[in-house]
């Protein structure tokens, strides 16, 4: 009771001691939350990219895709298989009628509105039975298209991004003119980011032929997929391969992420190196320049521990205030902010995420970071020989 | 250079305050020197190219192939020097994240080396290259990565162009070529014969990614572009004709705002560290007005106080810059394995000079303010401290 009673006490006293040395305070404060700023923006970057690509996965609803192929935009599957794989088990059916829509994806060059400079957008061809399948996609503004004609709507996202995609305003793409009816919104998925026209027009113009791209199916429950797998498998006329869209997306988004957290993680603990050396300068020179005070608390009977116990406190509080304040800014000036950029082969715009969890564990870097930077000084208060300390020398 | 010990005795004079100081200012200039890279490469600074060669691509979708006969008749205008041409061959090595480390192309060996004249291949790996049918040469950084050497198999897992036996291709390694400094086109990539890949694959015959032509005469290039693009304008599949340099530049600002995102964590990176150094050093410059007061009594001029107590902040600053950046030069070599994305992992010299440059900034930023009050120092005033 008394130890305890003691560490509080002496803690205590060096909290209230901070205002007197605010400069040195202030390095570590601003440095441990230079590094939980660095680690936290990353983080909140990479969670938002990976949250848009799997926004669009759905445990039951799976791409199909030709065997060998990893993307859509390198896909192709024919009409005739297609139909083939429209009655196979296992597929959703609504009304007699099973729930798959055969698409064609391609990239085409549009301008981006912050530079200017061309970016590969992509550009999907749609059936009826999409917006079926995806039921999360809704027109927001303007019309849906009309199927055969020259007509598209725009992702959310796209719209931001792009010039040249107000409603009403018409896009020239292979000797085509397509007129942009409306806006369509997927709940922050990376469709956002699409722009979509009826699959046969755009066939026709990119010249396409009979072929879809991929097809998106809805199950009949998320079990169902083995059933189909086996059943395409085995049929001979078949070279395709099915995917959870969860795990299609997933994947789709490894490498980059992989990128931002490869570079995240090396930053932030190079930092981390860095700012511990500040916090260790910050608290050697406190404790030296206590010399006197702490030798007085030791000749009137504190203990050892209290005196170890109030030096980390003080390190540990001073790197949670840096942590938290770098943290609370990350949140404030980059949840939510907007970035776009190449995925595997077009673009896709996401929104950064500050979430708790991302602030936990910048606090608890700096935590960390706080005891070791505190305990090396704090060992060294302890065993500061009395007499000598006291004589100021 | 008499007072280099007394410089030194200073530096010594708190060990454990000067060590960590050190320590702190080598860590910002570690991720200094590990950074620059990344920036680099993410301001198009990395890829250094020559200014006469021209791509020739589909001007609305990179979806889009250009018929091959685009090849022939772009080689017959006026004032095109060589063309040649390249195709996107995609697919997979060993897993994604190789695969990601370099691109696969179908080229035409002997235009394509022509075109690329900073791409150096032994003169019989050339004509091994030129009459092997499954033949493929690879930049000497990712043989060296993947262990690759002439005369094995490599093979290379279809997800775009299928053959008639499926997805697997395998080509034999005929090549390995260096690739000149100053124009870095061409590095991290494994070209393979266009002949054999054509024949072998089973739809899409005939088609190609881009036609690549040097120019003869360097200020006709924009009408020679303008004239290629006007030969196929309103044809089936229109061009886009823009030099090599905008054409890459164009890919990197695709990146978008992330490379401004990573530009800007590096800067606060750098200054944080940097203020916080700073700030300590200047505070273990004040603890010793005293001191140079005494200096000053024994009759030291103005001006050598004044150099004395620069010289210490240079000392320090010049030393742990050199070793941070040193030292970062050595963990490069590491880079590729944690972003494979990023290639050219190499400090140029302009970005060590950079570093020094900026540590001798931060000298003098640290030691210049108490340098001058030193300077000025009243001994009297400071001996009474």
């Known amino acids: 009771m008394e130890l305890i009673s003691q560490i509080i006490a002496v803690s205590l006293m060096n909290i209230r001691n901070i ?7 202030l390095v570590v404060v601003v440095g441990i939350g230079g590094v939980v700023a660095v680690l936290v923006g990353l983080m909140a970057m990479a969670q938002g990219f990976k949250a848009t690509m799997q926004g669009a996965g759905h445990d039951d609803r799976v791409i199909i895709l030709r065997a060998g192929a990893n993307s859509e935009i390198n896909g192709s599957i024919s009409f005739e298989q297609a139909n083939i794989i429209r009655n196979k088990p296992g597929i959703k059916k609504t009304a007699g009628e099973p729930l798959i829509a055969g698409e064609s994806y391609v990239s085409v060059n549009i301008s981006k509105r912050a530079n200017q400079s061309a970016a590969n957008v992509p550009f ?3 059936s009826e039975e999409s917006f079926v399948v995806r039921p999360e996609i809704e027109v927001i503004e303007g019309r849906n298209i009309e199927f055969g004609k020259f007509e598209l709507i725009v992702g959310t996202s796209a719209a931001d991004q792009f010039s040249g995609l107000e409603i009403g305003s018409t896009l020239s793409l292979r000797n085509a003119e397509w007129l942009v009816v409306g806006y369509f919104d997927s709940g922050g998925s990376i469709y956002d980011s699409e722009i979509w026209t009826d699959v046969l027009m755009l066939n026709t113009v990119f010249g396409r032929g009979s072929t879809y791209s991929s097809m998106a199916a809805q199950l009949s429950s998320s079990e169902d997929l083995e059933q189909l797998r086996i059943s395409l498998e085995q049929d001979p006329r078949l070279t395709n391969k099915i995917q ?13 992420n992989q990128l931002i957290t490869g570079v995240g993680i090396s930053v932030s603990s190079i930092m981390a190196i860095g700012a511990i050396f500040a916090v260790l300068n910050t608290m050697y020179s406190a404790v030296s320049e206590r010399s006197i005070e702490i030798a007085t608390l030791r000749a009137l009977g504190f203990g050892r521990l209290p005196i170890i116990c109030s030096v980390i406190v003080e390190s540990l509080l001073l790197a949670i205030a840096g942590g938290s304040i770098a943290a609370l800014l990350t949140y404030l000036f980059f949840n939510g902010f907007t970035a776009s950029t190449i995925g595997t082969n077009t673009q896709v715009s996401f929104e950064f995420m500050v979430t708790p969890t991302i602030i936990l564990t910048g606090v608890s870097l700096a935590s960390a970071l706080g005891i070791v930077g505190g305990v090396f000084p704090a060992v060294r208060a302890a065993r500061l020989p009395i007499s000598e300390a006291l004589r100021g020398s | 250079m008499k007072f280099f010990g007394l410089v030194f005795a200073s530096l010594r004079r708190k060990p454990i305050r000067t060590g960590l100081t050190a320590a702190s200012l080598m860590v910002a200039f570690l991720l200094f020197g590990l950074l620059e890279p990344v920036v680099q490469a993410f301001s198009g600074g990395a890829a250094v190219s020559s200014e006469n060669r021209m791509w020739v691509s589909p001007r609305h979708s990179i979806s889009d192939m250009l018929p091959v006969r685009y090849h022939q008749q772009i080689q017959r205008l006026d004032g095109v020097d060589v063309a040649a041409h390249q195709t996107w061959f995609g697919g997979v090595y060993i897993d994604a994240v190789s695969s990601s480390a370099f691109t696969r192309w179908a080229v035409t060996p002997r235009e394509f080396m022509q075109v690329n004249p900073q791409l150096e291949l032994p003169l019989e790996q050339l004509d091994a290259f030129i009459n092997t049918r499954t033949g493929a040469i690879v930049s000497r950084n990712i043989a060296e990565r993947f262990d690759m050497k002439v005369g094995d198999k490599i093979p290379i897992l279809a997800d775009i162009w299928h053959n008639e036996d499926g997805s697997q291709w395998e080509f034999d390694l005929v090549g390995i070529y260096d690739v000149i400094e100053g ?78 995102m990573v530009r800007a964590i590096m800067a606060a990176v750098f200054f944080t560290i940097l203020l916080l150094t700073a700030n300590t050093m200047s505070q273990a410059l004040r603890d010793r007005v005293g001191e140079l007061a005494v200096l000053k009594t024994l009759g030291f001029q103005d001006v050598s106080v004044l150099l004395i107590v620069l010289a210490e902040a240079l000392l320090l600053t010049l030393i742990t810059a050199g070793a941070g950046i040193g030292l970062a030069a050595y963990l490069l070599r590491f880079g590729e394995y944690v972003v494979p994305q990023i290639s050219h992992w190499s400090l140029s010299i302009n970005s060590v000079l950079l570093g020094l440059a900026v540590a001798f900034v931060l000298a003098l930023l640290v030691g210049l303010p108490p340098a001058l009050k030193a300077m000025r120092l009243n001994i009297a005033d400071a001996l009474q401290r």
Request: charged residues 20%; without cysteine.
């Open chain 1, 124 to 126: 999907r061809g749609v």
């Open chain 1, 244 to 256: 959870r869209e969860s795990d299609f997306y997933g994947a789709q988004s490894e490498a980059t």
């Open chain 2, 183 to 260: 124009d870095s086109v061409g590095a991290n990539r494994l070209l393979v014969n266009y002949d054999f890949f054509d024949e072998y694959r089973i739809v899409g015959k005939g088609v190609i990614s881009n036609v690549v032509f040097t120019v003869a005469d360097l200020a006709q290039s924009a009408s020679i572009a303008a004239s290629v693009d006007d030969m196929y304008s309103n044809s089936e599949m229109e061009t886009l004709t823009v030099s090599e340099q905008d054409y890459l530049l164009n890919q990197i600002k695709q990146l978008g705002n992330i490379g401004l």
């Open chain 1, 19 to 25: 205002p007197t040395r605010l400069g040195p305070s």
